[in-house]
């Protein structure tokens, strides 16, 4: 048996191993793991709390077959949250292709909300495991850096074509507004403070748009 306060604790020095080198049935087994570690972390909605033991259970495998594919709890964990967050760069891409980059900033964080609303339960575990482990905040820095890095390209191309304010820093602005999105359904969705959905979606893009001075034909933001 493990010892659950161990396998609890977050380890510096894990390593997901290599998912290249098993057979197409071992692939498979550790797609499943994964999905099960996702159920588990959402069923307890606390990293420290879900078990090894618990991951297996709801994986449908054997306790000892989770060290075949995982070094620990932490690596699994970290395996679990990359593919989440990655599945999510691609989901809240704005869905709108025309030129109107009102519109595309729209879509971009109706897409957000939609993705951090279905997504609440991990969400929530994600968070905490930053909030308390030093190891994982490094890991929580770097889930958000590919999401700075679109909005201040997007923002460096609407200056050079001179629809949005030169004189701000597009890298600081990107991060400002990813920490301002992201915060906000932090308390909106996990700590529980209402907002009429509507509103709260229709002000951020009054707020976005208003930081970046995004030029517009018409001064009213469209409600979303």
């Given amino acids: ?15 997901v191993k290599d998912p290249q080198s098993l057979t197409p049935k071992g692939r498979k087994t550790r797609k499943r793991i994964l999905d099960g ?38 690596s699994l964990f970290r395996e ?4 989440i967050e990655a599945d999510a760069y691609d989901a ?13 900033i729209e879509s971009a964080n ?18 905490q495991s930053a909030s308390i482990y030093p190891e994982f905040r490094e890991f929580r820095r770097r889930l958000r850096q590919p999401f700075v890095d679109r909005i201040q390209s997007n923002i ?14 597009a890298r600081t602005a990107a991060h400002a507004l990813v920490s301002m ?3 906000f ?3 909106w969705l996990i700590l529980g403070e209402p907002f009429d959905e509507e509103t709260a979606i229709r002000t951020i893009n009054e707020i976005w748009v208003g930081a970046i001075g995004l030029k517009l034909d018409s001064s009213e933001v469209s409600k979303t």
């Avoid at 048996?1 to 390593?15: G, N, R």
């Avoid at 109706?110 to 968070?127: G, M």
């Avoid at 609407?158 to 030169?166: E, F, K, S």
């Fill in 185 to 187: 359904h932090y308390v």
């Fill in 37 to 74: 570690a996702r159920r588990a972390f959402e069923k307890t909605g606390n990293y420290l709390e879900t078990r090894l033991t618990d991951i297996a259970e709801e994986a449908g495998v054997a306790y000892g077959s989770l060290y075949t594919y995982f070094d620990s709890k932490e």
């Fill in 181 to 183: 999105i992201d915060n």
């Fill in 1 to 15: 048996m493990s010892d659950p306060a161990k396998e609890s604790s977050a380890s510096t020095v894990s390593e």
């Fill in 92 to 104: 809240v891409r704005s869905s709108y292709r025309g030129d109107d980059p009102l519109k595309r």
């Fill in 110 to 127: 109706l897409n957000f909300h939609r993705r951090y609303r279905d997504n609440t339960q991990i969400q929530a575990v994600i968070e």
């Fill in 80 to 83: 679990m949250v990359d593919k």
């Fill in 156 to 169: 460096a191309r609407l200056q050079v074509q001179g629809l949005a304010r030169r004189d701000i820093d």
